[in-house]
């Protein structure tokens, strides 16, 4: 069965620290990894990785994968409070996506 | 990025009546459609993977004849949830994705109470 496992399960920040936040998987039949933003409502796209080594990056926020020790990292640099909100790592293998638990980030003044 | 929508946003029923939750993907096609729910400060658990045409596949422990699903157009998919009980309640949320290669965009979410 795929596995998404994430650390730390949550965390708390003062704002302008910079946070990294950690996927690892299992899955059979890798196609890629995708990391999602949620705050109140339905996750919110951020990345879709397929390659290993390849950063991603939007603005304070980057992403990278390794393919060869599965896993993935999440960067958000110079947080702010409107960071606030739980992060997660999905895998797709053949057919579906699975979830991670996510990592709730707490950003505080 | 595309849009998903999602309808109703919140919905409270009565124990034992029906619940219907539309899922459209607004401007792109979406061959797949996948269905979640989640828990309070728990993960999106999939409940089952639509694709258009086609009988949906459902993830193992959850209740094909309670929780169905139709995709009868490229852009819509219903979930409906027959015969609700409190335990029903939850956030249930849908994706939808272009194809294979494409990243799935979610719905708004829909917070169904059961009372």
């Known amino acids: 069965e795929d596995k998404v496992v994430q650390s730390p399960l949550s965390l708390v920040v003062h704002e302008g620290d910079t946070v990294t936040l950690n996927c690892s998987y299992e899955v059979t039949n890798f196609r890629s990894l995708l990391w999602y933003k949620q705050e109140k409502k339905a996750p919110t796209f951020l990345f879709m990785l397929?390659?290993?080594?390849i950063e991603k990056k939007s603005g304070r926020l980057s992403s990278i994968l390794d393919k060869k020790e599965l896993f993935s990292i999440l960067n958000i640099t110079a947080t702010q409070t409107g960071d606030s909100a739980v992060y997660l790592c999905a895998v797709r293998g053949a057919s579906k996506l699975t979830f991670g638990t996510g990592t709730r980030l707490q950003v505080t003044l | 990025g595309a849009v998903v929508s999602q309808h109703p946003s919140r919905v409270i029923c009565k124990s034992g009546t029906s619940v219907k939750i539309e899922c459209r993907s607004l401007d792109f096609q979406a061959t797949t459609m996948f269905w979640y729910r989640q828990f309070p400060k728990q993960s999106l658990m999939l409940m089952a993977t639509?694709?258009?045409?086609?009988?949906?596949?459902?993830e193992q422990g959850v209740e094909k004849d309670k929780f169905l699903i139709n995709h009868a157009s490229l852009t819509l998919s219903t979930l409906t949830v027959t015969s609700a009980h409190p335990e029903d309640s939850s956030f249930y949320i849908c994706?939808?994705?272009?194809?294979?290669?494409?990243?799935?965009?979610f719905g708004q979410g829909t917070r169904l109470t059961v009372v």
């Open positions: 639509s694709n258009e045409g086609s009988k949906a596949t459902y």
């Open positions: 397929t390659s290993s080594g």
């Open positions: 994706s939808a994705r272009r194809d294979e290669n494409t990243e799935a965009f």
